[in-house]
């Protein structure tokens, strides 16, 4: 794919040798151990655990661009005691997948854990991928998974097949847009196919929350926003690029605490206070809506605590292979439309050309992607 080589032709990169970190804590692995990004028990689950993977990087070496190994091979650095401070995160979240697969009712608090399961899979896939191809780019991570978790805004579009089969696929997070931002990919097992999006204030505006006024890059090359009041009415539906697909939304607005902190009279509102589990920590409760390709205003209410069928959707895919593709439609219009957001007019000129000249190529690579979208089955 020409793409990569033009970017790292660009940015002037070259293959370099990746120093091992935990892929929780981000510090050099104490007491050697490996993780799983995607899970044992969902490879299990979804077939033979030595079935072969594929896996397409951003390498500028041509020949590693696409590298292929056994599913229970896809294992990277972590500490001993990371791994096994969230096995209990892995429990639970098998048995949520499990009722999911059967079709069975869940509750709020167990649809925000598998939240935060897709959390740490988006995650560990980012991290795990950059692994594989060396960094060609320069990507120094300033989070890994035990940062992200449960930490901005998330949202999630669950769909079903008619006629489920064994699957586990992964897309979307060979884009060079997810290389430099992992916030959208998308997930099958089996007959549950899942969009997953995180990112911070993704549908705060739209929830009629706190958001940024104006995001943008400094002339030091940092990220600045201010936050602004928010008109305390959803917009419909609250993740926008969402509404051509089919299937149950699930709304979980997430603030840090830091930004309750500092601008606290913000979030002091009834209104605010309703949208959340426990605003000083930025814990936001679980919401709900179904649409219909075509055919839904993207309505929402509250998810009931109380164990629910609302999570189901009454409109199926006829395969797993369609559902998978609706999912990675949605999480490229998202790598897309984030492309938008910080502005780079206070940047000096120079590296608002390169910006630019940057942003386009990340383009071309999603229209691309969306073409003809690859994934690993």
């Known amino acids: 794919m020409s793409n990569v080589t033009d970017v790292a032709n660009a940015l002037g990169v070259s293959s370099k040798t990746v120093e091992k970190h935990c892929v929780f804590c981000g510090q050099?692995?104490?007491?050697?151990n490996k993780e799983h990004v995607i899970p044992d028990w969902a490879i299990r689950m979804s077939g033979d655990p030595k079935r072969e993977c594929t896996i397409h990087t951003l390498s500028i070496d041509s020949a590693k661009r696409v590298m292929r190994f056994s599913f229970d091979q896809l294992q990277f650095p972590a500490c001993t005691l990371c791994n096994s401070e969230f096995s209990d995160l892995?429990?639970?979240?098998?048995?949520?997948?499990?009722?999911?697969?059967?079709?069975?009712?869940?509750?709020?608090?167990?649809?925000?854990?598998?939240?935060?399961?897709?959390?740490?899979?988006?995650?560990?896939?980012?991290?795990?991928?950059?692994?594989?191809?060396?960094?060609?780019?320069?990507?120094?991570?300033?989070?890994?998974?035990?940062?992200?978790?449960?930490?901005?805004?998330?949202?999630?579009?669950?769909?079903?097949?008619?006629a489920p089969a064994l699957r586990l696929t992964f897309s979307c997070v060979s884009t060079i847009a997810f290389r430099y931002q992992p916030s959208s990919f998308a997930l099958c097992i089996n007959g549950l196919s899942t969009f997953n999006a995180s990112t911070d204030f993704l549908i705060a505006r739209r929830m009629g929350l706190p958001h940024p006024h104006r995001i943008e890059w400094d002339q030091s090359g940092m990220l600045r926003?201010?936050?602004?009041?928010?008109?305390?009415?959803?917009?419909?539906?609250?993740?926008?690029?969402?509404?051509?697909?089919a299937g149950t939304w699930l709304y979980q607005p997430m603030v840090r605490p830091e930004f309750v902190e500092a601008f606290g009279a913000l979030w002091d509102t009834d209104y605010a206070r309703h949208?959340?589990?426990?605003?000083?920590?930025?814990?936001?409760?679980?919401?709900?809506?179904?649409?219909?390709?075509?055919?839904g205003d993207g309505s929402i209410s509250l998810y009931p605590q109380e164990r629910s069928n609302r999570w189901l959707h009454s409109t199926r895919y006829a395969s797993s292979g369609e559902a998978i593709r609706a999912a990675a439609d949605v999480a490229l219009k998202i790598q897309m439309e984030l492309l938008d957001l910080p502005s780079v007019d206070r940047l000096p000129k120079e590296r608002q050309k390169s910006r630019r000249m940057f942003d386009r190529l990340v383009r071309a690579d999603l229209r691309a992607r969306k073409k003809s979208l690859d994934y690993v089955k």
């Open 28 to 32: 050099r692995p104490v007491d050697k």
């Open 90 to 162: 892995e429990g639970q979240a098998k048995g949520i997948v499990e009722r999911m697969l059967a079709r069975q009712p869940v509750s709020a608090t167990e649809l925000s854990v598998f939240l935060d399961w897709m959390d740490k899979v988006r995650v560990g896939l980012w991290l795990g991928i950059r692994y594989l191809d060396l960094n060609s780019f320069p990507i120094d991570p300033n989070f890994y998974i035990a940062h992200r978790i449960g930490t901005a805004d998330r949202v999630a579009c669950l769909m079903h097949t008619d």
């Open 225 to 245: 926003m201010q936050l602004q009041a928010g008109a305390e009415r959803v917009m419909r539906p609250p993740l926008r690029a969402a509404l051509p697909q």
């Open 275 to 295: 949208a959340f589990w426990d605003l000083n920590t930025g814990f936001g409760a679980v919401f709900v809506g179904a649409v219909f390709v075509g055919n």
